[in-house]
């Protein structure tokens, strides 16, 4: 046994890391004359303390969870998609054209729909770099990577020559019908006349990335094909041997990949901006990538590490508003998360298996 | 009453509180009448809202950004501001200040335009100023929209640097490939042809993600490649990115006009002109104007003033007499309506240019 328990591995590293990040943060903060303690609190009195923060909160996790998802299920194949912001772009596309040209009856059918739709879009993008993999090698990060640049030109072209309403400035797609609305935290929660999460955009969605959480667990580790995917990642020669074709299990993994990603436009397409706009994913894809590596690519870890990221968003937003810390300090402080977190891991890993090693040994001795 | 200059003279002078306010108007003004105005307008700090572009692009929010300094400095007054850093933020923003008493809240950027026709209505004491937006104003009473004519002041500069030019070939290097950008480079390209009908216009964008607003360096590679096809004036109407297109056309030689702020003093003699566009005037004014701000739409064109050229000690040497007679006869002409300036956004499409 030269490993700590599963405990450590699975709380007490994330915390220090982010204990670290915190101090690093603060400094960074004391540093420009504010104070970090104010600071903090702001955050969380914006983040947590109020009804429209928490709607913020889970707004920004809905968005992570889909995209944390997304890359855990390439990480699972032992594949690196960095395209999710590509993959959620373009589902988004889908949810527009789903959204815009379906005169639905009802949310509940156009959710459903829109899903298909977003999901498709999504999984569509992400077939082209699989498939590349899998038969030619090209390399997932390059490809799905390069993807993300062509989806923006894409979706850029489509929204300025295609979909813009006539005489609009903005680079967007008319509002969606009202038939499309998606129940808000605040048309659920909110009892008549109060004021209960207004304004806010969490919606219904939320429920469907929980969902969708569930769902990954079952899929990966309940499932022939969570089975095949986590045998090709762990070995793919042994993989190979039990019959298990490598093609297949790239191609299919990564379509579940986009497919998670392209459902990221169901919360900010449908759920928030009720129309398309260009920058609808906004690093989101990326911050993806943080998420899986935090949560350990399995889905209460995602879960934990998109809420967090959520209240750095919304906690972000809060600073901006209320303090003079510049916004490029509030992404330095979200970039150190995801340095500790994500990049640095093995910083906080390693010291702390010596330790428990150690203590493991005295044991046995005394 | 000029109650802005008399307290600006003892300092700027913070008017969070209305018993503060309250002590500080009996002391200047004492008029009981005035002071019951004056408490109220005071009571609201105005806020401004920055587009994703951010602060310091020396550029569009910047301009802003001065204006909104200006009007602190004139009249003491104070104000909050915040830059978005994602879409989301964008009503958040709106709700938060508006809930929090600020008026009127200022935004800059037509992206804004969607959050507030979806939050006016909730907050209707507040007055919501979108500048490069439009909000239709018979729904939304208590929204100003300000609109600028930059096809209008992006003729006059096509035209300068159409007589600038040596070689008749004129470069243009936009931000973000959207509408807005197309009806700067379709102004300047109908000016330009206007003074030499065998001019040719180079026109490029940056990108197609709001990354292109603040890209210095492909903004200088796309400059080496316009002056390779032998530009030798480069507009550029590209936020941030643009700076790195005057860098590079100052340290090649060869003469840039600057955007939106008046960027004469970053290379001086080397940058011809900068199309002003006053969004620092409409901040200060909507600021000025506090709570009694008179709602509607706005156009700043030619005749307003609203956009115009930069002509000032950095760039003396570079216009001629003959330049700026031509200009300013152009613009008299435009504001009498002599000169139509067509305008890409009325109906997506140009004569002089194709993109």
């Not at chain 1, 979909?163 to 967007?172: C, I, K, N, S, V």
């Not at chain 1, 609305?181 to 429920?207: C, I, K, W, Y």
Request: charged letters at 15%; proline letters at 4%.
């Amino acid at each position: 046994m030269d490993k700590m328990p599963a405990w450590a591995d699975a709380v007490l590293v994330p915390l220090i890391s982010i204990l670290l990040a915190a101090i690093l943060s603060a400094i960074v903060i004391l540093a420009i004359g504010e104070n970090p303690v104010d600071a903090f609190k702001l955050m969380v009195d914006g983040a947590l303390m109020r009804s429209s923060g928490w709607g913020y909160t889970l707004y920004y996790t809905t968005n992570f969870i889909f995209t944390g998802l997304c890359v855990a299920v390439a990480f699972h194949a032992k594949m690196f998609n960095i395209g999710g912001e590509g993959q959620a772009m373009i589902g988004g596309l889908g949810v527009a054209l789903a959204c815009l040209f379906i005169p639905f009856p009802h949310w509940s059918v156009a959710l459903f729909v829109a899903m298909l739709a977003g999901g498709a879009f999504g999984a569509a993008w992400a077939l082209i770099p699989s498939y590349l993999q899998a038969k030619r090698g090209s390399h997932i990060v390059i490809t799905t990577i390069m993807f993300n640049f062509i989806a923006a030109a894409v979706l850029n072209y489509v929204l300025v020559n295609l979909l813009r309403p006539t005489g609009a400035m903005d680079p967007a797609t008319a509002t969606f019908p009202a038939a499309t609305h998606l129940p808000t935290f605040q048309d659920m929660f909110a009892p008549e006349g109060s004021r209960l999460f207004r304004g806010s955009p969490a919606n219904v969605t939320f429920f469907l990335a929980v969902l969708a959480c569930i769902g990954f667990w079952f899929l990966i580790w309940r499932t022939k094909l969570g089975y095949e995917i986590r045998a090709f990642g762990h070995s793919e020669s042994a993989a190979k041997y039990a019959g298990i074709s490598p093609v297949r299990i790239t191609i299919v993994s990564m379509l579940i990949s986009g497919g998670l990603a392209g459902l990221m436009a169901l919360n900010t397409t449908m759920g928030e901006a009720e129309r398309l706009v260009l920058n609808a994913t906004e690093g989101a894809g990326f911050i993806g990538i943080a998420v899986a590596l935090m949560g350990r690519s399995h889905p209460v870890g995602v879960f934990l590490a998109a809420l967090l990221f959520g209240f750095l968003y919304q906690g972000g937003a809060e600073l901006a508003l209320w303090t003079n810390i510049p916004r490029e300090l509030i992404t330095v402080i979200q970039a150190l998360v995801i340095l500790f977190t994500g990049a640095l891991d093995n910083m906080v890993r390693m010291p702390l298996e010596k330790l428990f090693l150690g203590m493991r040994r005295n044991g046995q001795k005394g | 009453m000029d109650r802005g200059t008399e307290r600006g003279g003892n300092g700027p002078q913070p008017s969070n509180t209305w018993e503060q306010d309250m002590s500080l108007m009996k002391h200047f003004l004492g008029a009981a009448a005035t002071l019951a105005l004056g408490a109220g307008a005071a009571l609201a700090d105005p806020a401004l809202i920055y587009d994703l572009g951010g602060k310091f692009d020396k550029s569009f929010n910047e301009a802003a950004y001065n204006g909104a300094e200006a009007y602190a400095a004139e009249t003491g007054g104070s104000y909050r501001d915040i830059e978005l850093q994602s879409e989301a933020q964008r009503e958040q923003a709106l709700r938060r200040f508006a809930e929090a008493g600020f008026n009127p809240v200022v935004t800059t950027g037509f992206s804004m335009s969607s959050p507030i026709a979806s939050v006016a209505a909730d907050y209707p004491e507040t007055k919501f100023v979108t500048i490069d937006g439009f909000v239709n104003p018979q729904e939304h009473p208590n929204v100003l929209s300000i609109l600028f004519s930059e096809h209008e002041g992006s003729y006059l500069v096509g035209m300068m640097a159409a007589m600038a030019s040596e070689t008749g070939i004129v470069g243009f290097i936009g931000g973000m490939d959207i509408p807005l950008i197309r009806k700067f480079a379709c102004g300047y390209a109908q000016g330009a042809l206007a003074v030499n009908p065998d001019a040719n216009v180079i026109a490029n964008m940056t990108g197609t993600t709001p990354a292109a607003w603040n890209d210095p360096v492909k903004g200088s590679e796309l400059t080496k490649a316009q002056i390779s096809q032998g530009a030798d004036v480069i507009y550029a109407a590209a936020g941030g990115t643009g700076l790195g297109v005057l860098q590079t056309a100052a340290d090649e030689d060869i003469l840039s006009i600057g955007v939106d702020s008046n960027q004469n003093y970053l290379h001086p003699g080397q940058v011809l002109t900068s199309m002003l566009k006053r969004v620092d005037v409409a901040v200060k004014e909507a600021m000025e104007a506090g709570e009694n701000l008179e709602t509607g739409v706005m156009v700043l064109g030619l005749a307003e003033n609203g956009v115009g050229y930069a002509l000032d000690d950095d760039n003396a040497p570079l216009v001629s007499d003959e330049m700026k007679t031509a200009v300013d006869a152009a613009r008299e002409q435009i504001i009498a309506g002599e000169i139509e300036v067509h305008d890409y956004s009325s109906d997506d499409s140009c004569p002089a240019l194709s993109f």
